[in-house]
């Protein structure tokens, strides 16, 4: 187990805020006040400090810092992409990181999980699917299953664990991932272009745009993915396109969206996505609190 400290502002750096924001999801608040995670191959046990956060692991420094990018300056990357958003979602970047999860694989299924769904029953089908994995962490956690332990899950199992119209889908995806060279394909995913991701991607049952994006921003580190949900399609229609505020998102417009947000920020798109998805957040909840005054 190592142990480090890892100084830094909360303006560089709200770990509540980026493991609670939908990026991953093998992260719990225990009663003591740590936060307990798993990444890939690696368990963290993480207090704040007055500097900054203590760290537990069975992974190194330099690995927690990759997977909270910790080796870009935050405030760096806001300033460079900030004059091309609105002053809100700036603000709402405060130590909220772009995360960089270590697992294509447990990142792709996790995701699977998350169409029409919240984040505290995400969580709980995550905890489910990883059950089937190896216990090799410490207080039993496990690491997450393999495509061919996942292939062979039977889709009763899920379904009585809560997964419904999931259940044969996620089975069906990691059987359609190996047929195609399984950990090789994923690993491919992940070193070609994005574009040739997410059209691959969407060849999968069960895998639409909005949720291919979600893989190629946060399992195969493509910052040009800008997946368009509810949240992110106000936000659109409020700061970039007016004149689609109150329609729907069609296949097209969700293209438009991403081209747009492409060819202002490049591979720095996929962090922008992130801020205006929270603005839209923040800025729903005060209009709300405003009307019911």
Known sequence: MNEFEISVSGEELDLDHCVMSGQVFRWTRHGDGRWIGIDGDHWYAV???????????TGSEA???KHFRLEESLADVVAEIA??????ASVAASGFRL??????????????????NHLLRITSMVQALSEFGEPVFPNEARRFPSLEVIAGIEESALRAKGFGYRSPRIPGAARALLERGGESYLADLKAG????????????DGIGPK?????????????LAVPVDT????????????EWHGSALTELRYRAVGDYLRSRLGERAGWAHLYLYRENQVMGRTRKYTESK
């Not at 949720?211 to 910052?223: E, K, M, N, Q, V």
């Open 193 to 204: 272009p994005y574009r040739t991701a997410f059209d691959q991607l969407i060849t999968i």
């Open 63 to 65: 690995e927690f810092r």
């Open 211 to 223: 949720l291919a994006d979600c893989i190629c921003l946060f399992a195969f580190d493509h910052g």
């Open 83 to 88: 004059d091309r958003l609105p002053e809100s």
């Open 231 to 242: 949240h992110m399609w106000q936000a659109a229609t409020r700061n970039f396109f007016p």
């Open 99 to 116: 995360m960089r999860p270590s697992g294509p694989r447990e990142t792709l299924f996790s995701f699977l999980c998350s169409p029409n």
């Open 47 to 57: 207090e704040r400090t007055e500097t900054g956060y203590a760290v537990q692991s």
